[in-house]
């Protein structure tokens, strides 16, 4: 058998031409272009890497919603303590983010009592009280003491938040003790 690079079949002649520079050109580079990509993504990621891009965006972040993420040591108490305006707040914020544990009313519902005097995570300070909401409560669920789980709240409504939120608590229930 003959090998003949024209062959033809059902009328249509197979030929033998060389590709198109263009397509040539493409290829190569293509292949240009990728040896260049894994040195400098891959082997030598410089200032292109996604790390320092995502730890860059994530300072900036952070330093633009600071304000609302330092937590405020409580040393003076409760700067919103009497406040009507805050107290409203802080009303709000607790409908929000707290009933759904601690009930509407603060009684209690899969989290603990907030209008009684027992305090399963600290004496019932307003500072206890700030640190307990600001940083949440990593016990087990405990069911002999009925304790579990709080997130942490600063990162959502921060100290401010929370500052009005204990104030909302000092109004309606009386029960947290305030150091003057």
Not at 104 to 114: F, S
Request: aromatic content about 12%; overall charge negative.
């Amino acid at each position: 058998m003959s090998h003949d690079p024209n062959k033809e079949f059902d009328g249509i002649r197979q030929a033998d031409n060389k590709l198109p520079t263009w397509y040539t050109v493409s290829f190569i580079g293509t292949i240009i272009f990728a040896v260049i990509y894994l040195i400098f993504y891959h082997v030598y990621p410089g200032d292109w890497s996604q790390e320092k891009q995502y730890a860059a965006e994530a300072k900036a972040h952070s330093e633009l919603y600071a304000s609302s993420q330092t937590a405020s040591t409580g040393d003076a108490g409760n700067p919103f303590r009497g406040n009507a305006d805050a107290v409203a707040e802080g009303q709000e914020m607790f409908t929000s983010y707290c009933a759904a544990c601690h009930g509407p009313d603060g009684k209690g519902v899969i989290g603990p009592d907030l209008t009684d005097n027992e305090w399963f995570n600290g004496d019932g300070s307003e500072q206890m009280v700030f640190n307990t909401v600001m940083d949440g409560v990593t016990n087990p669920a405990d069911p002999v003491n009925k304790r579990g789980t709080m997130p942490p709240h600063k990162n959502i409504i921060g100290a401010t938040g929370v500052w009005k939120v204990i104030a909302y608590l000092e109004e309606t229930n009386g029960n947290i003790k305030v150091e003057e």
